[in-house]
């Protein structure tokens, strides 16, 4: 199967590739649906809401809408009455495996468990939108 290729913003022919990924899945919540979706499969708004632990429903809502607009994610309804849908990886989302499996293992291997964080600055958080990688 062939995935169409994205236009996307760029600078820095080099460095172009990266910028480009970047722009698709560098947002905070954009690697961890597409890694939930890769592990789990399809899933409903509330099941997915359940794996991606800390997202609020509205952040969660408009980063699937960003993730369904740039072809990584599909959603479909599947029931009308009540209304149900369920999101699933594009064929071009799925294709971001490798990417996905080499940031978490990057992770396990160069950052600290949660259980070994510094104490001191559990709860004082620089980031308003929560800690990296959630």
């Not at 952040?59 to 309804?77: A, G």
Request: negative net charge; glycine residues 8%; aromatic residues 6%.
């Amino acid at each position: 199967m062939t995935i169409e290729r994205k236009e996307v913003w760029c600078a820095g022919e080099e460095w172009c590739p990266i910028t480009t990924t970047s722009t698709l899945i560098g947002r905070k919540w954009h690697p961890v649906i597409v890694h939930r979706l890769l592990e789990e499969g399809p899933l409903g708004f509330n099941a997915l809401k359940r794996e991606v632990d800390g997202v609020s429903s509205k952040v969660l809502s408009d980063t699937l809408d960003d993730l369904e607009d740039n072809d990584i994610v599909d959603r479909e309804i599947v029931s009308e009455k009540p209304i149900r849908v369920e999101y699933s990886l594009t064929p071009f989302g799925a294709s971001l495996e490798p990417v996905i499996v080499a940031m978490r293992d990057w992770g396990a291997e160069y950052l600290k468990p949660p259980a070994e964080a510094d104490p001191a600055a559990e709860g004082s958080d620089p980031d308003p939108q929560g800690p990296p990688g959630q």
